[in-house]
């Protein structure tokens, strides 16, 4: 009993580009990254800080100078709340089990509360990981960074984004693990198929060999210090 109470609790947790997908038994959730709590603390305070700078010194600051502070009361206090319950308390997008949908969030103004695509488990096709891995820029080399994307693909083929992970290439193996664990995940608890993304044998022969370059480095410094 014990083991399957320790069971339902368990939680993964998988960081994403400024944000992180919460794994749990009945659902499943991608939230924004703390970092981004950062812009709207900042408002908030500063907000406060001009509503007392209005009650404290209404007598003797200029006019012009009170219509500005209580302007950007007006615009930035709205905003900073709304940012700090957003990211405090909203999500992405959701998933659960027990209602058999998937939900994405309006985000921002909304929360992260308000419904703004609603799938049912029935209307899920598959779930799918893809990437800009081997695109090119206009000189022809490949990109720095690369974006990994974890999609959902409706059964009339409309395809959703559920996630991204944005990452520097010498990592982009790590970055699509994560991505890969999210979307089984998600195939896991919706019951639909997942094709999941890959990096092209090409790119594998030269992360080793990027490793073995590493490591004759290490033993050509090591050798010249003796």
């Given at each position: 009993?014990?083991?399957?109470?320790?069971?339902?609790?368990?939680?993964?947790?998988?960081?994403?580009?400024?944000?992180?997908?919460?794994?749990s038994p009945d659902q499943i959730l991608v939230k924004p990254s703390r970092s981004v709590?950062?812009?709207?603390a900042i408002q908030a305070t500063l907000t406060v800080a001009a509503c007392f700078a209005i009650v404290r010194w209404m007598?003797?600051?200029?006019?012009?100078?009170?219509?500005?502070?209580?302007?950007?009361?007006?615009?930035?206090?709205?905003?900073?709340?709304?940012?700090?319950?957003?990211?405090?308390?909203g999500s992405a997008f959701i998933?659960?089990?027990?209602k058999g949908t998937c939900r994405w969030q309006?985000?921002?103004?909304?929360?992260?509360l308000g419904t703004r695509e609603l799938v049912p488990f029935p209307r899920?096709?598959?779930?799918?990981?893809?990437?800009?891995?081997?695109?090119?820029?206009?000189?022809?080399?490949?990109q720095d960074v690369v974006r990994w994307e974890v999609r959902l693909v409706k059964d009339n083929q409309r395809v959703l984004e559920v996630t991204s992970i944005t990452q520097a290439r010498r990592l982009s193996d790590e970055s699509l693990e994560r991505?890969?664990?999210?979307?089984?995940a998600l195939g896991?608890?919706?019951?639909?198929?997942?094709?999941?993304?890959t990096i092209p044998e090409w790119a594998l022969e030269e992360f080793e060999d990027g490793d073995t370059d590493d490591l004759d480095e290490d033993e050509t410094i090591e050798e010249s210090e003796e």
């Open positions: 009993m014990n083991e399957a109470g320790s069971a339902s609790t368990t939680r993964q947790r998988i960081p994403l580009s400024r944000a992180y997908a919460v794994i709590l950062i812009g709207p007598d003797s600051l200029p006019l012009w100078v009170l219509m500005l502070l209580l302007l950007f009361v007006i615009i930035a206090g709205p905003a900073g709340v709304l940012g700090l319950v957003y990211n405090l308390l998933m659960e089990r027990k309006q985000g921002f103004l909304g929360l992260g899920i096709d598959h779930i799918e990981v893809g990437g800009d891995f081997e695109d090119e820029l206009g000189s022809g080399d490949l991505a890969n664990a999210l979307a089984s896991e608890m919706c019951g639909k198929p997942v094709t999941l993304g």
